[in-house]
């Protein structure tokens, strides 16, 4: 109710101004955030935590982690945050976010804009919340790409003992050649480097958490053979699908469809929905599968853990339809239970 109040003031502003001010309120009240979901969820067991629903927020709505508790009130199974990189950097030139309110979706070009690791980090511990937290790594632009897993050893050296889960990021559109870490050797290099510093950081601090590998939509089958033999050889212990894409699908025509960036919301689900399917039947269970893209109501929900997920998780649609978009969520997955 309150946030059908507060959209249109939000869909007046610009949308990473909106963002932001969003952010900046849930940080200020924080912990003293009402709870907004009295939808009792089902608790389900993924890579060997249990959570206590199986919603989570996805990664790049909180990049810095500076409204973690206030965004635990809404009743997410889980948080992710980040995407974060080493070293702070500014991203993309402004403006880089457009909404197509008619479709649900957002294309954004942001890049991988974030106050670094160690900011990252104080926030967290700054954070009260006790729920399953992951956290999203990725590349700093100016990294050359071969050296790319440099990046990745730092940023997963640094959180591995204040994270749930650790998300390894190599599928966003926004920074340049970050994709071709899926392509099959460099995929194979990345996950054996990053899975043998996993087995060090749990033997170090005595807990192992699981790690998860970020891909893209924009896949063909081959490709999605290759990373399920790849995630399987190397024992990686889940997978999200998907990020954004950079077709543009469903938005041709309308108002800023032609920008650049990845296009989330609505016109993602189905190609989200078609890469679970592809991947559930190649990993036979062997590794599970996290579904985000596209989910604007519960029923989308469901579909993800039909086509094979174990896991959903939402962000453009939170944008569009609020807190009531999670209860409804938690509702339709507890119902599959």
Request: net charge neutral; glycine share 12%; proline share 5%.
């Amino acid at each position: 109710m309150l946030y059908s109040l507060a959209r249109p003031f939000l869909f007046a502003l610009d949308p990473e101004t909106a963002h932001e001010f969003t952010l900046n309120t849930l940080h200020n009240l924080g912990a003293w955030m009402p709870g907004c979901s009295r939808v009792e969820g089902k608790p389900v067991e993924v890579m060997g935590i249990r959570f206590p629903n199986a919603v989570g927020l996805a990664a790049g709505l909180d990049k810095n982690g500076d409204a973690i508790d206030g965004l635990s009130a809404f009743g997410f199974g889980f948080i992710e945050v980040g995407t974060v990189t080493p070293r702070a950097q500014p991203g993309n030139p402004k403006p880089r976010m457009f909404r197509i309110p008619a479709k649900k979706a957002i294309i954004n070009r942001l890049g991988f804009n974030n106050h670094g690791v160690d900011n990252l980090l104080s926030r967290i511990k700054a954070s009260k919340y006790k729920g399953v937290l992951g956290i999203n790594i990725g590349k700093n632009l100016d990294t050359p790409i071969e050296r790319a897993v440099d990046d990745y050893l730092i940023c997963l050296d640094k959180v591995y003992a204040h994270a749930g889960y650790v998300t390894v990021n190599i599928s966003s559109p926004n920074t340049k050649n970050l994709r071709q870490l899926q392509g099959e050797s460099e995929l194979d290099s990345l996950l054996g480097t990053l899975k043998a510093r996993q087995t060090e950081l749990a033997d170090k601090h005595g807990r192992y958490v699981p790690m998860t590998l970020k891909i893209a939509p924009d896949i063909d089958d081959a490709q999605i053979t290759n990373i399920a033999d790849a995630l399987r050889r190397h024992r990686i212990d889940g997978v999200i699908a998907t990020n954004t894409t950079i077709g543009r699908e469903g938005v041709e025509g309308l108002q800023h469809a032609s920008e650049t960036g990845g296009l989330s919301g609505g016109p993602v689900r189905e190609k989200s929905n078609i890469v679970i399917a592809a991947l559930a039947q190649k990993l036979a269970g062997e590794v599970p599968i996290i579904g985000v893209g596209g989910i604007t109501e519960g029923a989308h929900a469901a579909e993800k853990i039909k086509a094979g997920a174990s896991l959903v998780q939402v962000y453009t649609g939170f944008i569009y339809g609020g807190p009531q978009l999670i209860g409804d969520c938690i509702k339709a997955t507890a119902a599959l239970a």
